[in-house]
């Protein structure tokens, strides 16, 4: 008997995996920058890793931690522009 597979080649099946793909990357950024404002010593409140943790946009979490590379804060690393 033969299985039908059309559904992985479906567009609705790729929009899955490409939403699955870029979550996935937003979770590792997130997990990256907590690591990063860890190593660098700074204390972070429960509502700050929550912000991180829950935040899945790849610009934002990006921006955040290239300032977390060198920030003296975590207000200069969240302020808004």
Same mark, same amino acid.
């Given at each position: 008997? +033969?299985?039908?597979?059309?559904?992985?080649? !479906?567009?609705?099946?790729?929009?899955?995996?490409?939403?699955?793909?870029?979550?996935?990357?937003?979770?590792?950024? +997130?997990?990256?920058?907590?690591?990063?404002?860890?190593?660098?010593?700074?204390?972070?409140?429960?509502?700050?890793?929550?912000?991180? !943790?829950?935040?899945?946009? !790849?610009?934002?979490?990006?921006?955040?931690?290239?300032?977390?590379?060198?920030?003296? !804060?975590?207000?200069?690393?969240?302020?808004?522009?």
């Amino acid at each position: 008997m +033969a299985v039908d597979l059309s559904f992985y080649k !479906s567009p609705i099946s790729q929009e899955i995996r490409a939403e699955g793909k870029a979550e996935g990357k937003a979770e590792g950024e +997130a997990r990256a920058l907590l690591v990063v404002l860890q190593a660098r010593g700074f204390q972070l409140p429960a509502a700050t890793e929550q912000k991180v !943790s829950e935040c899945r946009d !790849s610009r934002t979490l990006n921006q955040w931690l290239s300032r977390a590379a060198t920030a003296d !804060s975590l207000d200069e690393v969240f302020h808004e522009d």
